[in-house]
């Protein structure tokens, strides 16, 4: 029996970028939120509703009183980015993952979906990383502001479910790569980059391109549309407080459970695959005086595998699709510069 209603109103905090998109676009395949059927997804802008803003939030959520609430809204960023604005990673998402999760909670929310990141564990976490791992040891230097703030969006979540009973849940996310990504050459993730600087060096007929770091780094990508198909599932199958919800080694509910493809490759490798979707002949060179961050960073999935859900887009399949993607953004004059 599915958690989740045909006539659930569903709130999708974060709908118009890449994470919360690929959730939306999910949730109409599943025909959840059709007005025929009693549903309604909530999607307000920016401008309809400012996440930062407390007051704003509390009377939003009295007014619209949502069944189902998806947090996907975040500020993010790559290395460069954490690098520069540590405040604003960490002060802007406390504040917007706090006021979501309190408001949804006062006002009578039934179920809370919670979208973390990988970047949670330690640096040198055992490989592939179990949901255990948290809290274990230090953090990667380069994302530690990101990190903190979703580490306690989770403890968040968890503790109004420990002390009043809310169906709050979280995912955590690998490296996600797909339609709506963030293509800033400064301020973007590793595929997006990667994708933008080797495209640029292409159409410039450039005979070679520099690329951050060595190029060792391990990383794990899961293509957005299988993320958004996870969080459906999750909503679907998955609470914390049901007797069989995926415990962990001590036996207590999961807080949160993992998600990618459990499969991953070098940033060298990486991008020597993008530079042949993109149609890119030339020498890739590495600058190694530029930060790594952390060495590898693999996900044990086996938990969300364990109650039905695997991801289906891989690597060889989805990249393809990014760089169709950059190109569309290109096209039609939306790259960021």
Same mark, same amino acid.
């Given at each position: 029996?599915?958690?989740?209603?045909?006539?659930?109103?569903?709130?999708?905090?974060?709908?118009?970028?890449?994470?919360?998109?690929?959730?939306?676009?999910?949730?109409?395949? !599943?025909?959840?939120?059709? &007005?025929? #059927?009693?549903? *309604? +997804? =909530? /999607?307000?802008?920016?401008?309809?509703?400012?996440?930062?803003?407390?007051?704003?939030?509390?009377?939003?959520?009295?007014?619209?009183?949502?069944?189902?609430?998806?947090?996907?809204?975040?500020?993010?960023?790559?290395?460069?980015?954490?690098?520069?604005?540590?405040?604003?990673?960490?002060?802007?998402?406390?504040?917007?993952?706090?006021?979501?999760?309190?408001?949804?909670?006062?006002?009578?929310?039934?179920?809370?979906?919670?979208?973390?990141?990988?970047?949670?564990?330690? !640096?040198?976490?055992?490989? &592939?990383? #179990?949901?255990? *791992? +948290? =809290? /274990?040891?230090?953090?990667?230097?380069?994302?530690?502001?990101?990190?903190?703030?979703?580490?306690?969006?989770?403890?968040?979540?968890?503790?109004?479910?420990?002390?009043?009973?809310?169906?709050?849940?979280?995912?955590?996310?690998?490296?996600?790569?797909?339609?709506?990504?963030?293509?800033?050459?400064?301020?973007?993730?590793?595929?997006?980059?990667?994708?933008?600087?080797?495209?640029?060096?292409?159409?410039?007929?450039?005979?070679?391109?520099?690329?951050?770091?060595?190029?060792?780094?391990?990383?794990?990508?899961?293509?957005?549309?299988? +993320?958004?198909?996870?969080?459906?599932?999750?909503?679907?199958?998955?609470?914390?407080?049901?007797?069989?919800?995926?415990?962990?080694?001590?036996?207590?509910?999961?807080?949160?459970?993992?998600?990618?493809?459990?499969?991953?490759?070098?940033?060298?490798?990486?991008?020597?695959?993008?530079?042949?979707?993109?149609?890119?002949?030339?020498?890739?060179?590495?600058?190694?005086?530029?930060?790594?961050?952390?060495?590898?960073?693999?996900?044990?999935?086996?938990?969300?595998?364990?109650?039905?859900?695997?991801?289906?887009?891989?690597?060889?399949?989805?990249?393809?699709?990014?760089?169709?993607?950059?190109?569309?953004?290109?096209?039609?004059?939306?790259?960021?510069?």
């Amino acid at each position: 029996m599915s958690l989740l209603r045909p006539s659930d109103s569903i709130f999708i905090a974060g709908a118009r970028g890449m994470a919360g998109s690929a959730i939306r676009r999910a949730l109409t395949r !599943k025909g959840y939120g059709d &007005p025929a #059927r009693g549903g *309604a +997804l =909530l /999607t307000p802008t920016r401008q309809q509703l400012d996440l930062l803003d407390g007051q704003a939030v509390s009377a939003w959520m009295q007014t619209n009183q949502p069944d189902v609430v998806v947090l996907a809204a975040a500020t993010v960023g790559g290395i460069e980015a954490n690098r520069s604005r540590p405040a604003d990673f960490l002060l802007q998402n406390l504040s917007l993952q706090t006021h979501v999760m309190e408001a949804a909670w006062q006002a009578g929310t039934r179920r809370l979906l919670f979208l973390g990141s990988s970047c949670i564990y330690p !640096k040198f976490a055992k490989q &592939p990383i #179990r949901e255990e *791992a +948290l =809290l /274990t040891g230090a953090l990667e230097p380069t994302n530690e502001w990101y990190a903190i703030a979703k580490i306690a969006g989770i403890k968040l979540a968890e503790a109004l479910r420990r002390q009043h009973g809310f169906d709050a849940i979280s995912l955590m996310p690998t490296n996600l790569y797909g339609p709506g990504d963030n293509y800033h050459p400064t301020g973007s993730h590793v595929l997006p980059a990667l994708i933008r600087r080797i495209h640029e060096a292409k159409l410039s007929n450039a005979p070679s391109v520099t690329c951050w770091g060595s190029g060792t780094p391990l990383r794990e990508f899961l293509h957005a549309d299988d +993320l958004g198909d996870a969080c459906v599932f999750a909503l679907e199958h998955w609470s914390a407080l049901a007797p069989d919800a995926p415990k962990d080694d001590q036996g207590a509910p999961l807080a949160f459970l993992n998600v990618g493809t459990g499969i991953d490759l070098s940033i060298r490798e990486l991008a020597e695959q993008v530079s042949q979707a993109v149609g890119y002949g030339g020498t890739i060179h590495w600058d190694t005086s530029k930060p790594d961050g952390t060495p590898k960073k693999q996900l044990n999935v086996s938990q969300l595998r364990d109650l039905g859900w695997s991801a289906r887009i891989p690597l060889a399949a989805g990249l393809p699709l990014a760089v169709q993607d950059f190109e569309q953004t290109l096209a039609t004059g939306q790259l960021r510069q």
